[in-house]
């Protein structure tokens, strides 16, 4: 897989801040294998035949160049100006992991180096309002010097640290902490300044700094960065180990080509991700509009019309589950507002089938039929009478019902809503079960999961779940999460940070589950809770709770309607779903084959 391959395809890996940091990654890597300045190289061989000493000049021979810096460096030596150092292992065969171009080396990174330290600390962070910038670990960013929260120190404390003090074009590098591996390339322009001891000082002899600075960036050694790091706490990654690290060096002028080839791909990966982000927001932003227009529709004729829009062109108008997300709660809140039934009413009405006094279409005969029920059952000591409610106010009908539609309140609905049984989760019982909020995932109970607990005959009688009952958080971050109880098959308690609605037999009860997941809903839910850090709702909050209830028959409808619909938006998911997985192939090949060793590719062809 050639760099070709890798740029022809740019457009359709960027799409994500994740892919952007694997391709700068990737950029890296082919950069210190050479694969990036392969056509460059057969440029400089033609050179060669009209100038075969170029070949041997440290411009095009890393092994020239290698040897002009041994002698730089014995200079600095007998200057006075750095001390030898200890020397350091020949390379084995075995350590290193790619084959180079030919005009390559391998090379130790102490041994192309006047400085490799760390800085320290002013004693008890002797630190002044002006003076000397004195960089921390926080100061030191990939793309540079940060001088957000930056410290400094006075010239009399800088006079005590001298070995200390960067210098311009200097290499900075992060050891210790969860920065480790950042690392910043200081300026030319740069005056002067100090560091921590949690930040080393590189000083390079003779290179292309800044192409240094991008290997160590690349993956060649930010993996031995974080293998070599010692300790657990803040150690930090010693000087022994850095000088040890292998770097592929290739000549000064190909340093240069490959910072440029670099420089000009990282541009080309940043603006099309900047222009996947622009298409994808704007996508976002008509699909959210689409969104609130279906909400908000002022009449069917309108609802229609942006329905349709939203159907024909969602595949284009979104990349996000997120938006998915968007239309299953506009679906719903379309749901309890009567507006996906629509069609429905019409058919009834021109059967004449809308009795006034038939609670299946006509939702004040349902109420009446339910109240008329209830109070046989408070009668025959089945339920207690509830506490009366107040009036629903005209603020907390929130959009205008069809017409047989009524505003009720959720206790109206129920024959019971009441708190769970507080017991502790027994794993080796499992004749009785406790349902517990985290049991459930999905909208769906993994009853074979759930655990068991200790009862007595009348926590049966008052905490046995039965089918069509609803479940509701009540407390944290779950805080208003519903199940609704369905074909269940063994005999289950519900905990204590549930409560649990009892809808009146007559009542479609996914409806009133639907009512319960839309944005409606919801906005009632955080106005009655309370509890910044853990959010809570008590049950007379939820029996207050306003509920847009249809006729029974047109309950059925908006739940047949509503399965269709998320039907669809699942088939959406998983095209969703498809296309990410398509990419990240696309990556992981990608990543593959750049990461392969010339002997792997050999193998494999």
């Known amino acids: 897989m050639t760099n070709n391959f890798l740029i022809d395809n740019f457009k359709h890996l960027t799409t994500t801040p994740e892919n952007v940091e694997q391709l700068k990654k990737l950029v890296l890597q082919m950069a210190v294998q050479g694969k990036l300045t392969t056509k460059w190289r057969e440029e400089v061989k033609t050179r060669f035949i009209a100038s ?116 311009p074009d200097d290499i900075l590098l992060n050891i210790t902490g969860g920065s480790l591996g950042r690392s910043a390339h200081v300026p030319l322009f740069f005056h002067e300044g100090n560091v921590s001891q949690h930040v080393t000082i590189i000083r390079p002899i003779l290179l292309k700094n800044d192409f240094l600075h991008l290997q160590i960036l690349s993956p060649l050694l930010q993996k031995p960065i974080f293998d070599f790091t010692t300790g657990a706490g803040r150690e930090g990654l010693p000087k022994y180990n850095l000088e040890k ?205 759930v655990p068991g607990c200790n009862y007595s005959k009348k926590d049966i009688e008052n905490y046995q779940l039965s089918e069509n009952d609803i479940l509701i958080a009540r407390t944290g971050g779950t805080i208003g999460k519903s199940y609704l109880v369905k074909n269940i098959d063994v005999i289950s308690l519900f905990a204590s940070y549930l409560i649990r609605v009892v809808p009146n037999p007559e009542l479609f009860p996914e409806y009133l589950k639907y009512y319960i997941e839309s944005p409606s809903y919801w906005k009632q839910l955080y106005d009655y809770a309370w509890g910044a850090g853990q959010p809570n709702v008590n049950g007379t909050n939820l029996s207050k709770l306003v509920v847009s209830l249809p006729p029974l028959e047109e309950q059925k409808a908006i739940v047949s309607k509503v399965k269709q619909l998320m039907s669809w938006c699942d088939d959406l998911e998983k095209k969703i779903e498809k296309r990410d997985a398509y990419q990240e192939k696309m990556m992981q090949a990608v990543v593959k084959q750049t990461f392969k060793t010339e002997k792997e590719t050999v193998e494999m062809e």
């Open 52 to 167: 075969p000493e170029l070949a041997q000049a440290p411009d095009y021979s890393a092994h020239a160049l290698l040897e002009k810096i041994k002698s730089e460096k014995e200079q600095l030596i007998k200057e006075g100006k750095i001390k030898r150092q200890k020397n350091l292992p020949p390379i084995a065969d075995e350590e290193k992991p790619f084959e180079l171009p030919e005009s390559w080396e391998w090379e130790r990174l102490g041994n192309i180096c006047s400085k490799i330290g760390s800085g320290s600390t002013p004693k008890g962070s002797n630190y002044v309002r002006e003076g000397l910038p004195f960089f921390r670990s926080q100061n030191i960013h990939n793309n540079g010097l940060v001088y957000d929260d930056i410290k400094y120190i006075s010239k009399q404390v800088q006079q005590k640290m001298k070995g200390t003090i960067v210098k």
């Open 245 to 449: 690290f292998l770097v592929s060096l290739p000549p000064l002028a190909e340093q240069q080509a490959i910072v440029s080839k670099v420089e000009k791909l990282f541009t080309q990966i940043d603006q099309l991700h900047a222009l996947a982000q622009k298409r994808l927001n704007y996508r976002e932003k008509s699909a959210k509009a689409l969104f609130g227009k279906i909400n908000h529709a002022k009449n069917d004729t309108e609802l229609q019309e942006t329905w349709h829009t939203l159907t024909a062109h969602f595949h284009t108008l979104t990349q996000s589950k997120e938006s998915v997300k968007q239309l299953r709660q506009s679906i719903l809140q379309m749901a309890v507002q009567g507006k996906i039934t629509a069609k429905w009413r019409e058919h009834v009405k021109t059967q004449s089938l809308a009795s006034p006094d038939d609670p299946n279409y006509n939702a004040r005969a349902l109420l009446k039929k339910i109240k008329s029920e209830k109070e046989q059952l408070i009668k025959e000591g089945k339920i207690k009478r509830q506490k009366p409610l107040p009036p629903i106010a005209d603020e907390e009908k929130t959009f205008e019902l069809p017409h047989k539609w009524s505003w009720v309140r959720l206790s109206e609905l129920s024959n019971k809503l009441h708190y769970g049984f507080n017991a502790s989760a027994k794993t080796d019982i499992k004749d009785v079960r406790l349902l517990r909020i985290t049991d459930i995932q999905n909208n769906k109970v993994d009853w074979e999961a």
